[in-house]
């Protein structure tokens, strides 16, 4: 840095960078191993699922979050419903636009429902559903994506108005993700169940039953039945 | 007379490191006077700090002098074991070296310190330079972490800080720990499990305090972090457990904030490095030892002078052999114990820019664990209080966990790691049971100790260079936020030295050299 800066031609094709990140690449081998090659390719597909679900500025400004969302979802295989509407839009596979979902910004469309069931949606992608009003009605079953983070996110951003959670067959999600859903006052019904990582499941319903008093949790047994009939027996 | 010691200095290209000419151009920067003759015309990304001295003091301008280190070391080894070493024939079972076959004796770059900031670091730099690109071995005396930091730590991650950096730094803390399992896992390695439970931060603020807090939630929600402000009817409103009185704001973290499992974290990193070739010796640091170099100056312009440049370790292993450890570059990642360790570099023992010492010192933390079983139930977040204390849930049986960093004139001794259950008694539980009238019926069942390596001079990271010794890094002094910007500082870090800049989050606030022109750089929300 002390050198003094003269001005050559061949200054204009120097890097910014330092010279070591080139001696370091070439000390490099190139990951030719089978398991270099699968980790490789399966960086590439998951890095491809995040971009094709990251927020995208242009399109929220444009047809306002609630409509931004309907997009979202819809291109994606989910549905969506918007208050004052009662059917369903969803994507229809013979033709190339959504029946019934504007393309432009409405100020009376604003979301009652999103049903995400089955897609694969990740924690970027719920980026995408900020900023609406008054969403009531979610719907998460089978996500194979979704876990606690997701459940963060979700539980951070519609704290204020939703009713209606299903996180059913969602594998990756434990009982940590399931508590952080007593941040969301107006809860009230939750479908649980298939999460083969979650531990202490009732009990972790039972102490969120406490906390939202008009939460209904359904999909859990608390008592096991078959235990009360073999009570007899064994007396 | 300052001439000889910084200005006007220009190293013919043949001289060595680039660290040399990183190490001085930064604290010229920082001492020259308004002449703009030696400006950076090559970085545009640094802003000269010349105008960050107003006045100068004479001391700046003596002569560095590094101070005689160590001994020079040359271990002597029977010429019949050093084959047998060679051939990785004896040292096959070495309990010394964790993955290799004999002593490491010269590396690329020395992590002294295996705890979460060591071993983040070892990983991101051989993430970048993996098999042979680099060679970095991990220096670290206790393998099983009984005294370390890092395993002690309550696991909070949090947004909710009052500098940028901070903020910046959590926030990919908590990317990457979402991302966990997947970037630490390896060939026949599973990525650790983080155990993140997202319940949120919540801090109090007294009318004093409430400006600082709404500042912070400013600046916060504008870096991307989802913090929401509540007043004392609101918060009554979510948290119907708690007592608002004196309390004036309240900000919750609605999204990325809770706690984790610092093990968990802890083991990612380190199986992971181990799998990308990072070499873990297990040996205590004991000296460092200096070459004389000759730096040459323009003709004119100023007189050539030595350079005391560190180049080995010393470090004594557990059968009190001391053995050396050539390298190019060393990180200080030593947790408490780093300023001790910085001396034995002659920072803080020198003169000139040498003079002024690591200000990291260890500081003994309380947490305790008690039973509460009409406390809040499972919406309690990380509670902070307006007094400083904090508690938070443990686990689904009514268990929690409380703790506060003490006042200056109240600091625990820190030679052993003793719990002092007084504290508790006096001063921890009256302040959460005036919060929480759920708290009034406890019992405690448990308490442990750990150490902050507390920045003593504004409780802050140390990230960056040392202005003489230019290849001696700091990644210490997180005064009890550390675990959490791990992964960050990490890939800091690893940018300095492949890069030779900061790119993802600029962190130059944090350099050494706030500690010698004395400008603090304060976080206003310690815990």
């Known amino acids: 840095m002390y050198v003094e800066n003269k001005k050559t031609v061949f200054q204009l094709f120097s890097s910014q960078k330092n010279y070591a990140i080139e001696v370091i690449s070439v000390l490099n081998a190139i990951e030719f191993s089978p398991y270099g090659v699968k980790k490789a390719w399966s960086d590439w597909k998951e890095d491809k699922l995040v971009r094709s679900q990251l927020y995208v500025k242009e399109r929220a400004e444009f047809l306002g979050p609630e409509i931004a969302t309907g997009h979202f979802v819809c291109f994606r295989g989910g549905k969506v419903r918007f208050y004052g509407h009662k059917d369903w839009i969803v994507e229809d596979p013979d033709s190339d636009i959504i029946p019934n979902l504007p393309r432009f910004y409405l100020e009376s ?47 951070g951003e519609f704290c204020d108005t939703l009713e209606y959670l299903d996180i059913r067959s969602c594998p990756l999600v434990t009982e940590k993700g399931i508590a952080s859903l007593s941040k969301m006052k107006k809860l009230k019904t939750l479908l649980v169940g298939g999460h083969p990582e979650a531990k202490n499941l009732e009990l972790v319903c039972l102490m969120l039953e406490d906390v939202l008093p008009e ?17 007899e027996s064994h007396e | ?167 910046q730094m959590s926030l990919f803390g908590a990317e990457f720990l979402r991302n966990a399992k997947r970037l630490l896992s390896g060939e026949n390695l599973e990525g650790p499990d983080v155990q993140f439970h997202p319940y949120g931060y919540l801090f109090l603020a007294t009318q ?53 499992d610092p093990w968990a974290l802890l083991n990612g990193f380190r199986n992971k490095a181990i799998e990308l070739g990072v070499e873990f010796v297990k040996a205590d640091t004991v000296g460092f030892e200096t070459e004389d170099t000759l730096v040459h100056s323009k003709p004119g312009v100023g007189e050539s002078f030595n350079y005391n440049k560190l180049k080995r370790v010393h470090v004594r292993l557990t059968n009190g052999e001391v053995r050396t450890i050539d390298f190019s570059l060393c990180v200080m990642a030593a947790g408490a114990q780093s300023g001790e360790v910085s001396k034995l570099a002659g920072i803080g023992i020198g003169t000139g820019l040498l003079r002024k010492a690591l200000p990291v010192e260890p500081r003994k933390r309380y947490v305790y664990c008690f039973h509460a079983p009409d406390g809040p139930g499972l919406d309690c977040p990380l509670t902070v209080d307006t007094t400083g204390s904090y508690f938070r849930r443990e686990g689904l049986g009514g268990h929690y966990i409380a703790g506060k960093s003490p006042t200056a004139n109240e600091e625990p001794g820190i030679a052993n790691l003793d719990v002092d259950y007084t504290f508790f008694d006096q001063q921890v539980w009256p302040e959460i049971a005036q919060r929480v009238p759920g708290f009034e019926n406890i019992k405690l069942k448990s308490a442990w100790s750990g150490y902050y390596d507390y920045n003593t001079f504004d409780q802050n990271a140390v990230i960056g260079s040392h202005p003489y010794h230019g290849n001696l890094m700091f990644a210490t002094g997180f005064s009890g936020h550390g675990i959490q910007h791990a992964p960050a500082v990490g890939k800091a870090i690893m940018e300095l030295v492949v890069d030779g800049r900061f790119i993802d989050i600029d962190l130059k606030r944090f350099g050494f050299e706030r500690i010698l022109t004395n400008h603090p750089v304060f976080e206003q929300n310690i815990v």
């Open chain 2, 1 to 167: 007379m300052f001439k000889r010691a910084i200005t006007g200095v220009q190293l013919k290209p043949w001289l060595k490191s680039k660290y040399l000419v990183q190490s001085l151009s930064f604290p010229v920067r920082s001492f020259c006077n308004s002449q703009k003759k030696y400006s950076n015309k090559g970085d545009e990304s640094d802003k000269p700090l010349s105008n960050v001295v107003p006045d100068f003091q004479s001391e700046l301008f003596e002569e560095t002098r590094c101070p005689p280190l160590t001994q020079p070391l040359k271990p002597f080894l029977h010429p019949i074991k050093r084959s047998f070493d060679y051939l990785g024939i004896t040292g096959r079972n070495d309990p010394q070296t964790h993955n290799n076959l004999y002593f490491p004796r010269h590396c690329d770059i020395v992590i002294i310190g295996g705890g979460i900031m060591g071993c983040s670091i070892a990983y991101w730099l051989k993430q970048r330079g993996h098999d042979n690109g680099l060679r970095v071995i991990v220096v670290e005396r206790d393998p099983n972490y009984t005294r370390a930091s890092t395993v002690l730590s309550v696991g909070g991650l949090r947004q909710q800080f009052s500098l940028p950096e901070n903020i």
């Open chain 2, 208 to 260: 004093k305090g409430a400006d600082q807090l709404m500042e912070n939630h400013k600046l916060q929600t504008s870096l991307g972090a989802k913090i929401k402000l509540f007043s004392p009817y609101k918060l009554k409103e979510k948290f119907p457990w708690i007592n608002t009185d004196g309390v004036e704001l309240a900000s919750f973290g609605q999204e990325n904030e809770g706690w984790f």
């Open chain 1, 215 to 231: 939460l209904t949790i359904r999909g859990i047994l608390y008592c096991d039945e078959s235990l009360l009939t073999n009570d």
């Open chain 1, 109 to 155: 469309y604003k979301m009652e429902a999103v049903d995400c069931s089955k897609m694969t949606l990740v924690y970027e992608g719920l980026e995408n559903m900020k900023n609406m009003e008054k969403l009531k009605w979610l719907s998460l079953e089978s996500c194979p994506r979704i876990d606690d983070w997701c459940l963060d996110r979700i539980s």
